[in-house]
């Protein structure tokens, strides 16, 4: 026999919280991802009155969650909400995520735009592995700068001003420890969630799930009927995004909780990182401020006189 809800003290629970000791029924549980999402939405001044907000939707679990949640809460009325779908082109994968993308926001009424790597990059993803040369470059580093790209270029021919993505606490966690372990220290400042406006028509990015479990996204699907493509990328195993993943889970299951204590540490380095590399008054006079910088070839927003993506490219086609 099921125990009582924590919070109506009236409904049977479906879901154990195991971090913090909370039974929930699905009523309550549902409205518990919701109300974290808001308050991290709120928290960090994520979404601004008059924001029109494109969510990167790949048709996974937390990218639909995320629409949904978005749609029912803070644009239930509101029209500045949309969709975007990056095709990387990927045979037997992206094919099938691009039917539920396209059937789910038929359904509750959300504008869906699509473009692929093939139509921006002339080579879609698959190709691209065909003629990577395997020693210089992985698949998630190709694919990465890749879709940051082309949703940067959708939310833009949307009007969009905000870009969403459905990251993760599991997400935001394993992203810490890829950068720490490759010794990219600085991009650990990046990951704070305070949204930075960059690009000629002044961006944010903003992850509003970065609070919640993988699996009580996984749950909130389920019991909000959200269909999702549970396959994962060919692609993913050269990632050690997997092998962290993995870790992480087992520690969680010994130690019920680690994750967010896990979390609430990496945004407290985050926030010291990010903050030690703002340039001083006395750097500034000194001229050593960092300038806007742009891509000489494809003119667009670069920390380098080439960006990523131009990098990539030329990288790719050399190969061909």
Known sequence: MSKECSKCKKNPSIYLRQYSGEFLCKKCFLKSVEYKA???????????????????????????????????TLFSQNPELVAITVDEGIKGYRDESLDIVRNFCSS???????????????????????????????SCSICGTFRRRALDLLAESCGANVIATGH?????????????????VERIGWTYPEPVEYGVTNLRKIK??????????????IHNNIPFQSEECPYKDESIRSAFRGHLNNLEKIHPGIKYNAYSSILKIAKKVKSANVPSTSNVNEGVQQERRRCTICNRDSSNRICSVCRTLDLLVKET
Do not use: C, W
């Open 38 to 72: 808001k308050r991290t939405i709120s928290k960090y001044s994520m979404i601004k009155h008059g924001d029109t907000v494109a969510v990167a939707v790949s048709g996974g679990k937390d990218s639909l969650v995320l629409l949904n949640v978005l749609k029912n």
């Open 108 to 138: 509750i009424g959300v504008e869906n735009r699509v473009m692929s790597f093939s139509e921006l990059f002339g080579l879609s993803m698959d190709k691209a592995m065909e003629v990577r040369p395997s020693e210089k470059i992985s």
């Open 168 to 184: 993760n606490l599991d997400d935001y966690i394993q992203t810490f420890l890829i950068n720490l372990f490759a010794g990219d």
């Open 208 to 221: 509003p799930l970065m609070e919640i479990y993988e699996r009580e996204i996984v749950l909130y699907a």
